[in-house]
């Protein structure tokens, strides 16, 4: 089991290109998450899935796009990318919440993005 | 929205001692709080939670206290070691299951030896 995994771990983009980050879980989990952290400011969530071909926004929206075509995996889109969203992005994964139990968040091991 | 607030920031406790760090949150209907436990250069990863329907949840050296009256939620580390030392995040989910977590900004934990 590899768990969470995000291609590529590290990415140097300039103001303007655009690029896709990817992740791929394969514990079969229903509900994938977006989150960037930044130094002081903890992890916040971009946008997340509850299901294949649903997603919904989260905290920070603006300026990225996802996609859940497949279970296993999400997408992360910048159109054009901003010295803004220089950051590490985490993926993660669980379960839905059952009646009893919450399902923890499993994370993945992150994408260091630099945007100059 | 849901807003968690973190104390202290940073904290440094001789090895052996206890850590106390605090999280405050603003949602009274969030109902689940988990701690995540990062180590530089790695992922988050879940150490502890509490869903409010307990007050106090136990594991090992590690504890959560919960007070839904007054919205603020502990982690306590007793008998600490030098692999304590990471950030920690509380976090807070103001719907029942847990789709949307808000994010404490983290505490920087330094065992001294």
Redesign the interface.
Known sequence: NAGVTQTPKFRVLKTGQSMTLLCAQDMNHE?M?WYRQDP??????IH?S?GEGTTAK??VPDGYNVSRLKKQNFLLGLESAAPSQTSVY?CAS?E??GLVR????Y????TRLTVT | ?ENVE?HP?TLSVQEGDSAVIKCTYSDSASN?F?WYKQELG?????II?I?SNVGEKKDQRIAVTLNKTAKHFSLHITETQPEDSAVY?C?A?GN???????????TRLTIIP
């Not at chain 1, 994370?107 to 992150?110: A, L």
């Not at chain 2, 790695?42 to 879940?46: M, S």
């Open positions: 509900y998450y002081g400011m903890g992890l916040r969530l997340y509850v989260g905290e985490f669980s839905p919440p919450i399902y923890e968040q994370f993945g091991p992150g | 929205g973190q920031s689940y988990p790695k992922r988050p990863q879940l939670d869903r995040f976090a989910s029942f299951g847990n789709e949307k977590l808000t994010f404490g900004t983290g």
